[in-house]
Each structure stands twice: as structure tokens, then as C-alpha cells.
């Protein structure tokens, strides 16, 4: 496999390439801040956790914009060839997705607003489970990223499908409740949007795992492939 971001001959190059890199990984980790205050309104839905998400997101986004500006700026001043270039696509890909992800995760803290505490008490052990996946499947895969290293990126793959089957169940057992308490049919709607936010989340992170793999071989992979 050949080696990612070898050292060049400008040091300004490698300076900028560095600085993508940690505009990304500073996303993902924020992004993870933002899901363990999820996890936090939980047990304590209070609105003064959406102000603590909402002014998060605003950091996210600005290091969103930050990637995006010094890419553009590497492309057009660089012109960067293989692996370089397919580094600064694959991060411009990377910081969107993750600027998504907040985005969804905000979203669901918001929902979490709108469901009775008996029903969120019903549901709130599996959407522990999920969100949890969620952090252990981004730390992978940005993990992958930083390091250029498939294995550890893959390892995405792997919890992928336990959280499609949770999401598969849930979406179920909303259903059959919808049908069994219509009057609580407003909370168990939050609670599927939440669930198709926080599967959303997961898929995400397997095109994170792509584009890890597009950077090292320049090759396109699926799920399939492992």
C-alpha cells in the first residue's frame, strides 16, 4: 500500500496538509462532545443542553468552512497530485460529513424535548446503545483517517450492522406502540426520528471508512469488499 502524505520538499505544504487534518479530527471530537451531551439529556432533557449543542455546532461549522478554505487554497495554489490530491478531496468529504452528523445529533437533542419521560424511559437503554456505537464507529474511522490505516478505519464495518439490526427492531416496536398508544403518537414519532438520525450517524461513518481507502489506494470499496 502505498504510504500517505510523505514528507515534501515545501514545509508550507506539509504544514497546510497537517492543518486539514486537524480541522478534521477537532470536527469528529467535537461532533462526540455534542453526542455525549445526548447522552446526557437522556436522563435530564433540559433546554439549557441545546444551548450547549447549538454553540458547538457553531465551532463544528466554522472549522467546516476552515477545511473547505484551505483546500480550495491547496488546489488552486499546489496543484496537488495522487495522494495528496485524493488526501484534500477525501477531507473536504470527510469535514461535510461530519458537519452532517452534528447537525443530526442537534436535531435530536432538540426531539428529545418533545417525548414524555415515561417514553423516554422506555426507549432510552437502546438509544444509549445506539449513540454509543456511534462514538466508538467515528473514533475509528477518524482514527483511520488521521493515520491513514484501513484496519483501523474497517473496524466501522463491524458495528455497522448491530446497529442496522437495533435500528430494524426499533422501528418495529415504535410501530406496534404507535398502533397500541395513538394518543402518544407525537413522542414516538421523536423517538423514530431520532433513530433514523442516529442510524444516519453510523452510515455516515462508513463512508468515512471510503474514503480512508480512496485516499491510500485510490480505489472505490464497499462493505462488500470486507
Known amino acids: 500500500m502505498e504510504k500517505v502524505l510523505q514528507t515534501h520538499t515545501v514545509s508550507s505544504f506539509d504544514k497546510e496538509l497537517n492543518n486539514i487534518s486537524s480541522n478534521v479530527v477537532s470536527m469528529s471530537e467535537l461532533v462526540i462532545d455534542v453526542v455525549?451531551?445526548?447522552?446526557?439529556?437522556?436522563?435530564?432533557?433540559?433546554?439549557?443542553?441545546l444551548s450547549k449543542v447549538e454553540e458547538i455546532d457553531n465551532k463544528v461549522n466554522e472549522l467546516d468552512r476552515n477545511v473547505e478554505k484551505i483546500s480550495t487554497n491547496i488546489i488552486a495554489l499546489r496543484h496537488p497530485l495522487a495522494i495528496d490530491l485524493r488526501y484534500v478531496?477525501?477531507?473536504?468529504?470527510?469535514?461535510?460529513?461530519?458537519?452532517?452528523?452534528?447537525?443530526?445529533?442537534?436535531?435530536?437533542v432538540k426531539k428529545l424535548l418533545n417525548i414524555e419521560t415515561k417514553i423516554l424511559n422506555e426507549y432510552k437503554d437502546s438509544l444509549t446503545l445506539i449513540a454509543n456505537y456511534g462514538i466508538e464507529m467515528l473514533s475509528y474511522a477518524i482514527k483511520g483517517y488521521k493515520n491513514q490505516d484501513t484496519n483501523e478505519a474497517n473496524k466501522v464495518w463491524r458495528i455497522e450492522d448491530k446497529v442496522d439490526?437495533?435500528?430494524?427492531?426499533?422501528?418495529?416496536?415504535?410501530?406496534?406502540?404507535?398502533?397500541?398508544?395513538?394518543?402518544?403518537?407525537?413522542?414516538?414519532?421523536?423517538?423514530?426520528?431520532?433513530?433514523?438520525?442516529?442510524?444516519?450517524?453510523?452510515?455516515?461513518?462508513?463512508?468515512?471508512?471510503?474514503?480512508?481507502h480512496y485516499v491510500t489506494s485510490g480505489e472505490r470499496v464497499s462493505e462488500r469488499d470486507f
Do not use: W
Not at 89 to 108: F, L, N, P, Y
Open 89 to 108: 478531496i477525501a477531507a473536504t468529504k470527510i469535514s461535510t460529513i461530519i458537519e452532517r452528523q452534528g447537525d443530526m445529533i442537534e436535531s435530536a
Open 36 to 49: 455525549r451531551i445526548f447522552l446526557d439529556s437522556l436522563s435530564d432533557p433540559r433546554g439549557e443542553n
Open 165 to 212: 439490526d437495533m435500528c430494524d427492531e426499533l422501528f418495529i416496536k415504535i410501530k406496534n406502540d404507535i398502533r397500541n398508544h395513538p394518543s402518544d403518537v407525537d413522542s414516538y414519532v421523536s423517538v423514530m426520528l431520532i433513530v433514523r438520525g442516529l442510524e444516519r450517524i453510523a452510515d455516515y461513518c462508513t463512508k468515512i471508512t471510503k474514503a480512508v
